[in-house]
């Protein structure tokens, strides 16, 4: 199943929790905790484009499945990790943070980031 397609934000779980352990200000978490976001992902073979929308803020990540890249994080900030792909999964650590990207089924996309014991997880579904 390709993960290329756009996908809005449709429910979420643990953000602000999440974005407080990460260290995003209290204002940035009031004005992002409404916001839908959108996800459009590009995908060509084992190569990857993910653009993530959420206000003005546009976060552009291109990578390829098992090797090296640099990553932005929520937080701004550029890493270099590798993406693995198991089945319909696509998963990295980055800073400590395990991102786990899930195509539940043809229309719905499940993201999860855990960080210690707190788990963030969004449900977007295809537009």
Same mark, same amino acid.
């Given at each position: 199943?390709? +993960?290329?397609?756009?996908?809005? $934000?449709?429910?979420?779980?643990? +953000?602000?929790? +999440?974005?407080? #352990?990460?260290? $995003?200000?209290?204002?940035?978490?009031?004005?992002?905790?409404?916001?839908?976001?959108?996800?459009?992902?590009?995908? !060509?073979?084992?190569? +990857?484009? @993910?653009?993530?929308?959420?206000?003005?803020?546009? /976060?552009? !990540?291109?990578?390829?499945?098992?090797?090296? #890249?640099? $990553?932005?994080? =929520?937080?701004?900030?550029?890493?270099?990790?590798?993406?693995?792909?198991?089945? !319909?999964? =696509?998963? @990295?650590? /980055?800073?400590?943070?395990?991102? @786990?990207?899930? =195509?539940?089924? #043809?229309?719905? /996309?499940?993201?999860? $980031?855990? =960080?210690?014991?707190?788990?963030?997880?969004?449900?977007?579904?295809?537009?």
């Amino acid at each position: 199943m390709s +993960f290329s397609g756009k996908y809005q $934000l449709e429910s979420h779980e643990g +953000f602000e929790a +999440f974005m407080k #352990a990460i260290g $995003l200000p209290d204002d940035v978490i009031e004005k992002g905790k409404d916001i839908k976001s959108t996800s459009e992902i590009e995908q !060509n073979g084992d190569d +990857f484009k @993910v653009t993530v929308t959420t206000g003005s803020k546009v /976060l552009i !990540n291109s990578f390829t499945v098992g090797q090296e #890249a640099e $990553l932005e994080t =929520l937080t701004g900030e550029k890493i270099k990790a590798v993406v693995v792909k198991e089945g !319909n999964k =696509l998963k @990295v650590t /980055l800073k400590g943070i395990e991102s @786990v990207t899930e =195509l539940a089924d #043809a229309n719905t /996309l499940i993201n999860t $980031l855990t =960080l210690g014991n707190i788990t963030y997880k969004r449900i977007s579904k295809r537009m």
